[in-house]
């Protein structure tokens, strides 16, 4: 099996990755212009280099408590849409043997398990994979999609 390289981060105590394919960069938090009625897990759109980018809470969408803290913004893109994605901290981009992803257990995670693709351990902790393209529904994209805009 090949290799693949993941990016390793913190929502809420859980240990989470993605595939460094989606991902374009990593920066700080900016300020979030709100949106009325958007999803709850929607935190409103933030304007990076003249792009407004839609900012999707993953500790709202995970059903995780929000605590005060440092937050990183993970420029993404999910279905086509550059996306940013808040996260506790980010900590590392490791390569791992594809082969080393396991099954999600779905009595683990219960009806949050659509969002990951896998499981694996690195450190002696389990860290979920997870599935960029299953975090938003399609109604949920096709409202993101209304919400950016070039600036």
Same mark, same amino acid.
């Given at each position: ?20 394919l ?12 709100r *949106?009325?009625?958007?999803?709850? #897990?929607?935190? $409103?759109?933030?304007? =990076?280099?003249?792009a407004?980018?839609? &900012?999707? %809470? !993953? ?19 999910i ?7 808040a ?21 683990? *995670?219960?009806?949050?398990?659509? #969002?990951?693709? $896998?499981?694996?351990? =690195? ?5 979920? &994979?997870? %599935? !960029? ?19």
């Amino acid at each position: 099996m090949s290799d693949m390289q993941i990016a390793c981060f913190r929502v809420g105590d859980g240990d989470y990755a993605v595939n460094i394919l989606h991902i374009k960069e990593v920066i700080n938090a900016v300020t979030v212009s709100r *949106v009325p009625s958007a999803p709850d #897990f929607v935190e $409103g759109l933030i304007e =990076l280099r003249g792009a407004y980018l839609p &900012l999707i %809470d !993953l500790r709202r969408r995970f059903g995780t408590p929000i605590e005060d803290g440092s937050t990183k913004y993970v420029i993404a893109t999910i279905a086509g849409n550059t996306v940013a994605l808040a996260v506790d901290s980010v900590s590392e981009v490791r390569r791992v043997a594809s082969d080393s992803v396991q099954p999600t257990p779905a009595l683990a *995670v219960g009806p949050s398990q659509r #969002f990951f693709c $896998g499981v694996l351990t =690195l450190d002696d902790r389990a860290v979920l &994979l997870v %599935d !960029l393209e299953s975090v938003l529904g399609e109604d949920e994209r096709a409202q993101l999609t209304d919400m950016a805009t070039e600036g």
